[in-house]
């Protein structure tokens, strides 16, 4: 990865412009511009032709002045320490912003899941957890399913660590099944909190979200459920998807469920029928309303970001925008919601899952819905708030930074009653 696009500087520098901004203390700044602990693991796994394969596993607690870490486990070829580091100080500022009692962790493994079996897939979910030992906890760090893991794997791992204890510890770990004490409404919480705040952008931007045109870029968990979810709350119309095999573009919209069938029986979007075939990047710079960017970071960078077209960018993916691509969307006019907050919806839900899992009291998903709409657009008008009381001192900001500067003041403001500085 090139340095101006490695993760864990970028998200340092969207840290110190925000400090630079409010003005924060200079110790606090120090503390918060790096990780409170990294463990580093190697994870011996018995493979299927009776070799034993050691696998390397991280998992960063960046933060925890606010309540135990919290922040899922991604499997992926190319994990590195920088994305998870990066990713645990995003988590910080994602469970700051919501206002829930977390820090921010993150974990991952180098490995293909996809070139593994189930059993292969099993133990190196269980030998990752016991090679964190105590290291997680639901009084501690909480991990959670990400890119390439799943419920299933999550059940193993809370079946691992309670085989540890000596007691069922479902709340160790959320984005667990039903079965096993997972909540109702987990599932698609990441996309449908992104709808709450997508209602409550066009909202302020005046825009009827009825009659707008929305590009998604990824049809993985995110972006599929933003597009069932964009259709069915607000017969919005997506006119353009994309996932790893390319994009498709239709200007009369998109149907959903002919996607999905696609998706399952070839496992690629890009044969639609009646549908004009695009680049991911051709994605990124249509002239529609809303424009969701729900793969992978640094996809609107410098070389791209004055062609974006879109009135809205909805960030629900994580580190969708660099630094200097965001301060070209707001220069432009553009209203950029932040990734920490419009993907938050994911995290709050765990929260409530962890809730439910200490109490040992379940909840309906109408309800799961009801309070996550509550938190994310609290969030939201929270960040608004703090633009426009800058905007009324005459520091004009991005909703990002503003988003920061909220998020990164809780934080500091619980590191210094603690006294850590």
Not at 37 to 42: H, K, S
Not at 192 to 200: A, H, P
Not at 367 to 382: C, P
Request: proline content about 4%; aromatic content about 10%; charged content about 25%.
């Amino acid at each position: 990865m090139a340095e101006e696009l490695n993760p864990f500087k970028i998200s340092q520098e969207q840290l110190d412009k925000a400090a630079e901004v409010m003005g924060l203390d200079k110790n606090a700044h120090t503390i918060l511009r790096e990780p409170k602990r990294i463990a580093t693991l190697n994870i011996p796994v018995k493979m299927r032709d009776g070799s034993t394969k050691v696998f390397t596993g991280f998992r960063v607690l960046y933060n925890d002045a606010r309540g135990p870490g919290k922040g899922g486990i991604r499997y992926h070829p190319s994990e590195s320490i920088d994305t998870v580091k990066a990713l645990s100080a995003w988590m910080t500022w994602k469970t700051s912003l919501a206002n829930i009692p977390y820090g921010g962790a993150k974990g991952g493994i180098i490995c293909n899941p996809k070139e593994l079996n189930e059993s292969e897939l099993e133990s190196l979910s269980r030998g990752y957890i016991r090679a964190l030992g105590r290291l997680i906890g639901p009084k501690v760090d909480i991990p959670a399913p990400d890119v390439y893991t799943n419920p299933q794997i999550m059940a193993w791992m809370m079946d691992e660590y309670s085989k540890i204890v000596g007691y069922d510890e479902f709340g160790v770990i959320t984005g667990k099944p039903i079965e096993v004490w997972g909540s109702e409404g987990r599932f698609d919480s990441t996309a449908m909190g992104g709808m709450y705040v997508m209602r409550e952008a066009a909202k302020r931007m005046n825009m009827d979200i009825t009659k707008a045109k929305i590009a998604i870029q990824g049809f993985g968990n995110a972006g599929k459920f933003a597009f069932e979810l964009a259709t069915k709350l607000f017969n919005s119309k997506v006119v353009a998807i994309s996932d790893s095999s390319g994009g498709i573009y239709s200007e009369d919209g998109l149907d959903y469920d002919q996607l999905v069938k696609l998706k399952e029986t070839k496992g690629e979007i890009s044969s639609y029928e009646k549908a004009e075939k695009i680049t991911n990047q051709q994605l990124l710079e249509l002239d529609a309303d809303i424009l969701i960017p729900a793969a992978i970071e640094n996809q609107i960078t410098a070389e791209n970001a004055d062609k974006v077209k879109a009135k809205m960018v909805l960030e629900l993916a994580n580190g969708p925008v660099t630094p200097d691509a965001d301060q070209i969307l707001f220069e432009r006019g553009i209203f950029d919601a932040p990734d920490f907050l419009v993907n938050s919806g994911g995290v709050i839900v765990s929260y409530f899952e962890w809730v439910q899992n200490q109490e040992h009291y379940y909840w309906e998903s109408d309800d799961v819905y009801k309070r996550l709409d509550k938190i994310i657009t609290k969030s939201f008008n929270d960040v608004m708030k703090t633009k426009d009381d800058y905007a009324a001192k005459g520091k004009k900001i991005s909703m990002r930074t503003a988003a920061y500067i909220l998020a990164v003041s809780r934080v500091a403001q619980a590191m210094k009653t603690r006294g850590w500085y």
